[in-house]
């Protein structure tokens, strides 16, 4: 394996005791001895810290915020604390799919940021589109985006999940700083940064098992209007920033 393959997991954390001891057995069967599992824990007020240390590997290494931030600059955090060439995300709760890393790594054999699909843990049913709820699964995109493609970013009928993507370093300095007005979405701030970069790649078979439950991030079900407006009118600010910066790095 050279340096250029070995894998930095950037994972946020905030009252997940319940189920990190799973996701971290998933995680780090799938990783070598090289790679690195960089947790910061959001002032976690229940067992979730000692959960991680009761695993004593020497790839984990845990970053504790003081107060907490929530959870798009606890994961700006843990990603700017990386140290390999190759980022993945990780959310707390979810376990990931036997040959993620390596189908992950082989998506950004030509492409600086990557997605994967997801199913649904127990069952591995698919995820259904909150739009049409038939199931959500990554299209084709053998350019690296379109405006198309940005279209569905900005209708919320693009299935990009952190938790399912992985970056190439030389994408961080389009990536970071986070824009100080995203409250919510990093994910989709990264896809729109490769799709404005044409840079985007989709791994189109599963690469976690996501778990379901009433505290996950990501809502389940509809928002109502007023969320939806704002959720909308920050991806627009999004991709308008996103096309400055790839502007600026073309220069």
């Known amino acids: 394996m050279t340096d250029a393959d070995r894998v930095s997991v950037c994972m946020a954390t905030y009252n ?14 799938e990783l070598d001895d090289s790679d690195e599992v960089v947790i910061v824990d959001d002032a976690s007020t229940d067992g979730t810290l ?27 955090t843990a990603i700017r604390a990386a140290t390999n060439s190759v980022l993945f995300l ?50 084709t995109l053998p350019e690296g985006g379109s405006i198309g493609n940005e279209l569905r970013i900005l209708a919320g009928n693009a299935p990009y999940y952190g938790c399912a993507m992985a970056i190439r370093r030389n994408a961080l300095a389009l990536i970071l700083p986070f824009p100080q007005f995203l409250t919510e979405s990093h994910d989709l701030w990264i896809a729109t940064v490769g799709n404005v970069a044409r840079t985007m790649g989709h791994v189109q078979h599963p690469v976690v098992r996501r778990r379901l439950h009433e505290a996950n991030t990501s809502p389940q079900r509809p928002r109502g209007i007023l969320m939806v407006v704002r959720s909308r009118v920050m991806l627009i600010r999004a991709w308008a920033e996103a096309r400055r910066r790839v502007r600026l790095a073309r220069r």
């Open 16 to 29: 997940g005791e319940k189920y990190i001891d799973a996701q971290l057995q998933s995680i780090l069967q």
């Open 50 to 76: 000692a959960a991680i240390a009761k695993f004593n590997d020497p790839r984990i290494r845990v970053i504790s915020q003081t107060e907490n931030r929530g959870y798009v600059r606890t994961f700006e």
């Open 90 to 139: 990780s959310d707390q709760d979810d376990e990931w799919v036997p040959g993620r890393r390596v189908a992950l790594l082989e998506g950004l054999q030509n492409r600086r940021i990557v997605a994967g699909d997801l199913v649904l843990l127990g069952d591995d049913a698919p995820l259904t589109s909150p739009l049409t709820r038939r199931p959500w699964r990554l299209a």
